[in-house]
């Protein structure tokens, strides 16, 4: 049986609507929630080199921002009886998603997808998508109202 569901956020609600599916299952075999948010690291080539003013300051200043966001998150889940706790990562998304699935041992990924267009997913791709299409794990993937044209 599943003993960690790693479940991916970007701070959107449309990210938590995966909350009410996973929390019944969690609940009933004290399953662990790990909530993740990865940071987007530009490429190297798209970087800017470091100054005394910018880039560590306000990552410093988005990582604490996202700590609260999941700290809160995780103090919803565990106010409903539900084991949670929170990685913060940088790196590409999908590729973080599935190295951290891999390192925390999770069983399964459960996340949203956001509606996009077939457009948008041969122009841009989406992150569900690239996880879903490499994940060895099973996955939970819920569809939120939110649909782009």
Known sequence: ????ILVPLDGSPAAEAVFPHIQPLAQAFDIEVILLQVIVEPAEAFSVPSSPFSPPKLIRKLQTKIKAYLKRACANLEKDGTRASYLIRAGGVPETILEVAQIMQA????????GHSPTHLFLLGSVTYQVVRHSPLPMLVIRTDTVDG
Do not use: G, P
């Open 1 to 4: 049986m599943y003993k960690r």
């Open 107 to 114: 069983d399964m990924i459960a996340m949203s997808t956001h």
